[in-house]
């Protein structure tokens, strides 16, 4: 039988409908909210997973392009490895609902969430994350939720619930606020350098929002909900903890002590002498679940009572930071950041506009001009494990640092490029995310692609303790972001944030706790900002003499299909014939690219000549095609010819055509009348009896390489001195 429960977000109906689809699942509900539908199903193994110390949570993201009435454009025509939008949803999804599952739980959980219907106005990841919370909060899983979210938009001075996909793009801020009854668990935002306040209004505003959609999940289990199985989690003999703690002696705390290379390997060392020590007595697994217990422990403790970090750092203490750029020889650019232990090279590659992403997805938009890719290989934690293809945590750092940068990226009028920026992280101890944008940052200016300003970022952390205690630790390092209960990144500019992403191990994190992070990430970020400006300040003024050059010329609408040619065989000769790339839009902007600034004058030239238009007064250079009685016909434009009569043939009188001039002859004439039939007379005395402008000697709209200006990004110092910058004479 089936029930339906709705209630009213942003102005219009969140549906969510029991009982109908998926009666076999442990937890199964679909949710509307325009004319966007996502069924949300849960399901759980009835056996413990052994040997795992984490929740065994999937949350699978489907995307079927049915939803939207579109056939897949792959060979297969049929959807194939999840799309890029797919997994952020899945992540956006798991990070919302993975605190709320008890910890000690071992039984393997699936949520999928499957979208059914997709108006392209609503996005359905907002809906991913409530229907698979109503899903779990119905079924015989322990769950401690229920969560609701809702995205916030911001226009005209006020927020707004659940912005459409044009919304979005007009809003200076899109923040996306999951949370239960008590507190906030999860936040994503992407903005356009805002304060923090205004940040914080909108963490309030859609954590508000957030209590009906709980309310009507409470509902719907109190009428429909399974009873929640009882679990006892597993936990160690306290005879092992009590011979454990022994066995370590009190050495625990002067090992957690050092940088990360000397603390591991003295954590190492001691937990393989306790090993050796009890391993006739307790098993492997059992000592080292209580050694990291007691590693955790000991840990916490010593932040709380002393504020002292494992390095020694301050609190508000960012590690050591140093920042190069052009390191290598034949990339468009490229940038090296290293702040402790963790260092991110990122490459710049600029393409033409053709080389965008094309995007086979959901979402109304079909191409994708900025790309950002991050790798993560397993050398920079110094271990062993199998190369593959991109994971889900690879995915996420990858587009949060593009929701970063975008907003200081010049838009595709300013500078017609598609820009890739591929980020190495090369050793990692903590926040390769946000090493990375300041990495992005600082290759970008090295291309001399003409941001904004600098992009810096940094990650956050908490750790808690009785009666309300907690310290907020700045730029955490790897054991932090282990042992800890919060992972908070922020990056932005020195005028406000552009992306924030909030992930925790707790139930929930207070807006106090919240408001003085961000507080404390901006003054962080203000110091890596200047020390990013040491290096390089501003954006360079030359591109790599490698990248290719953009030139841009519009040409009327009604010539675009000249310009193509049947089956599109004429632009295809003149890239064959230059090697150039060519980019028609429909308002008649072309785009030309070459590294060959030879080449690309060459296909401007030849497009000019198939667009022009011919008028009265308008001086060409043509070839003679044709000798006639009365005069030569000269070819002015591809297929357009025109006749020099013969005594406009020279400045003297000529009595026959071919005294002067014979066919296949170079001869500028000038266009004396176009008659009511189309046909040209054109004259060479004209152009004999004194200097004129040639028509299509050279371009005259605006196409050259671009130059990009200098921008200022703050009080920072000058940018070292670049070969680019002061090429040899």
Not at 316 to 326: F, N
Not at 360 to 388: A, Q
Not at 603 to 629: W, Y
Request: glycine letters at 10%; hydrophobic letters at 35%.
């Amino acid at each position: 039988m089936s029930h339906t429960f709705q209630c009213l977000v942003g102005g219009k109906p969140l549906i969510f409908e029991v009982g109908k689809l998926a009666e076999q699942a442990e937890g199964a509900v679909s949710v509307r909210y325009g004319d966007t539908i996502v069924l949300a199903t849960t399901c759980y193994s009835r056996k413990p997973r052994e040997g795992v110390d984490f929740v065994p949570l999937t949350i699978d993201f489907e995307e079927r392009l049915y939803a939207a009435g579109k056939i897949p454009g792959s060979f297969f025509r049929r959807e194939g490895r999840p799309s890029q939008e797919a997994t952020l949803t899945a992540r956006l999804t798991d990070r919302s609902l993975r605190p709320l599952l008890p910890k000690g739980f071992r039984q393997d959980i699936q949520v999928i969430i499957t979208v059914l219907s997709a108006d392209q106005e609503n996005s359905p990841d907002i809906l991913s994350v409530v229907g698979a919370s109503a899903a779990l909060h119905l079924s015989p899983v322990p769950f401690e939720g229920p969560v609701g979210a809702v995205r916030v938009g911001y226009s005209g001075g006020s927020f707004f619930l659940n912005p459409t996909f044009s919304q979005v793009n007009e809003s200076p801020l899109e923040v996306v606020v999951a949370g239960t009854k008590a507190a906030v668990v999860m936040v994503e935002a992407g903005a356009k350098e805002v304060p923090d306040d205004l940040l914080m209004q909108a963490l309030r505003y859609g954590q508000k929002a957030n209590q009906e959609i709980i309310r009507l999940q409470e509902e719907i289990r109190e009428k429909l909900g399974q009873p929640k199985m009882s679990f006892q989690p597993w936990q160690p003999s306290p005879e092992a903890v009590q011979a454990v703690v022994q066995a370590l002696g009190g050495r625990l705390l002067e090992a957690l002590r050092g940088d990360r290379a000397e603390r591991q390997a003295r954590l190492d060392q001691l937990q393989a002498g306790v090993l050796e020590k009890l391993k006739e007595t307790y098993p492997p697994e059992e000592i080292a679940a209580v050694f990291d217990a007691q590693a955790r422990k000991a840990f916490r403790e010593v932040l709380l009572k002393e504020g002292r970090r494992p390095d020694g750092r301050p609190l508000t203490q960012l590690r050591p930071i140093s920042a190069e750029v052009a390191l290598l020889p034949r990339t468009h650019g490229s940038g090296l950041f290293t702040r402790g232990n963790t260092q991110v090279l990122t490459i710049t590659t600029l393409g033409s506009t053709r080389e965008e992403q094309e995007l086979d997805t959901l979402s109304p938009e079909e191409t994708k001009r900025f790309i950002h890719h991050y790798n993560f290989p397993p050398f920079s934690t110094g271990e062993v494990k199998r190369v593959g293809s991109p994971g889900r945590r690879e995915i996420g750092h990858g587009a949060l640092v593009e929701k970063a940068l975008e907003p200081v990226l010049p838009s595709e009028q300013e500078f017609p490029y598609t820009i890739r920026l591929v980020s190495e992280v090369l050793s990692s101890s903590g926040s390769t995310s946000m090493a990375s944008a300041c990495a992005s940052s600082l290759s970008l200016m090295d291309a001399g692609v003409p941001i904004k300003t600098g992009v810096g970022g940094v990650a956050m952390g908490l750790i808690t303790g009785e009666n309300g205690q907690y310290v907020i630790l700045t730029d955490i390092e790897g054991l932090e972001d282990a042992y800890g209960d919060m992972d908070f990144k922020v990056a932005g500019t020195e005028k406000g944030a552009t992306a924030v992403q909030l992930d925790i191990k707790l139930k929930g994190v207070a807006f106090e706790i919240l408001e003085q992070a961000l507080k404390k990430a901006r003054e962080a970020r203000l110091q890596i900002l200047e020390k990013m400006g040491q290096t390089i300040a501003q954006p360079r003024t030359r591109l790599s003499p490698y990248a290719p050059r953009m030139y841009r010329m519009t040409i009327p609408t009604e010539k675009i299909g000249a310009l193509i040619g049947p089956g599109g065989r004429r632009i295809r000769a003149i890239i064959d014939e230059t090697k150039a790339s060519i980019d028609v839009n429909d308002n008649g902007s072309v785009v030309i690219g070459s590294t060959n600034e030879e080449a690309a004058q060459k296909a401007m030239k030849m497009i000019q000549n198939l667009t022009q238009e011919v008028e009265v007064g308008t001086i060409f250079t043509g070839k003679v095609t044709r000798i006639l009685p009365n005069g030569a016909m000269v070819e002015i434009l591809p297929g357009k010819e025109g006749l020099v009569p013969v005594d406009e043939l020279a400045d003297h009188d000529a009595r026959r055509p071919g005294d002067v001039v014979k066919v296949g002859d170079e001869i500028t004439v000038k266009v004396m009348e176009i008659d009511r039939l189309g046909r040209v007379n054109l004259s060479r005395r004209a152009v004999l009896q004194g200097p004129q402008q040639v028509s299509g000697a050279r371009p005259t709209d605006s196409h050259q390489p671009h130059r990009p200006p200098p921008s200022h990004s703050g009080p920072h110092q000058q940018p070292r001195p670049h070969p680019r910058d002061n090429p040899p004479r």
